[in-house]
């Protein structure tokens, strides 16, 4: 069972949980219940997230996806998406991808998710994963729901690398990763390790994934594609599936998958949010999703591709500004949200599979076959990396070679708290 703290930092047990419990619900009301104000808001709010399904399905995991018109989704409700046509897929030609080098290391691709043991979605219609009351009741605000915190440059540390890195630490947050720029960049992929890391508090979250940016750190325009533990978004600790976006670094725009309007989603298999499973477990059966975001050349519309061959949907270039275009710099990794990032006492919540990057292929999370796209259309490792952690102490980065004639793998993760990270 996973570990979870009270937002006053203590392991809840026994009679202090009982304790816990009661003041939670005296401060909600005796009943647990909320203002008729307040419920009126999140049914309105469910309403608008939850659109009309054709078919419902109830996943084992405990979700239900419901199969909801393509023209009905919640894209349509941004007041840029007004008169929007749906573009049902890429109209350039997948870039071929080059066999992996590395052959020492192996681990299984899953294409499926749990709720797919339940059903499937008809053409036409879009699996969603339905939003529920405590969802809303679980998040900052309404409005916020499904959106990051602002992102807020941490001032007090230096930038990574002065002559070339354009990434600042961020207040709230650890981030490790590989990093390329110094190009026009079209499109990134990876093959990314699942995991379940243990995350210290409910309000916390972790990921691995892949960042396409451009802008300065402190407004910049993202779109990015992983896996995710966030149970103030999905209120549960399982490992999911997300695809995030931002046009101003999350403070007014932006959601994890359909929890807001922008992502058009065009594939009737994969829900976005889902969970994953299997995952990984240490020394033992090793399990990996492909995530491929691109740009359209013709429509500048973002593209997220899962696995080899599924074109979930996309983000509207309408959306962005500077994204249009392309993006300045790539990255690959993870990232730890905590309000105990670089304080002490550090968050426990993990990152990756919660051991040291050292610990290699069973141990550490990794990331490979990785790839950049240009304007030269094809799909190719980048030309200059670079691997970053904001705490070393607590989360590692290594990039590792398996072989002479081997491309690199990027490996990264750790436990947070920790002897040496107090």
Known sequence: ???????????????????????????????????????????????????????????????MIDCVDIYRQPAFDHPAMENHTIQMEPSDESPTLEPSKNTSESATTVISQVWHKSGSCPKGTIPIRRVRKEDLLGAGSLESYGRKNPYVPDTTHKKINEKRLEHFPEVNRSVTYLITQGYSYIGARGDINVWNPSLESQDEYSSAQIWLRNGLPQNYESVESGWVVNPKVYGDMQTRLFAYWTADSSTKTGCFDLTCSGFVQTSHEIALGASIDPVSSRFGNQYKISIYLYQDSNTGNWWLQFGERINIGYWPARLFSLLTHSALYVMWGGEVYSSKIKTSPHTTTQMGSGYYAEGLFGSGCFINNIRIRDYSMSLKFPDWIASASEEVYCYHATIYRPGYLSEPNFYFGGPGRNPSCP
């Open 1 to 63: 069972m996973k570990k979870i703290e009270s937002v006053y930092g203590f392991r809840l047990t026994g009679k202090v949980l009982l304790l816990a419990v009661f003041f939670a619900l005296y401060s909600a009301g005796m009943n647990g219940e909320i203002s008729e104000e307040k419920s009126i808001e999140v049914r309105k709010r469910l309403k608008m997230l939850n659109k009309p399904a054709v078919k419902s399905i109830k996943s084992e995991d405990g979700d």
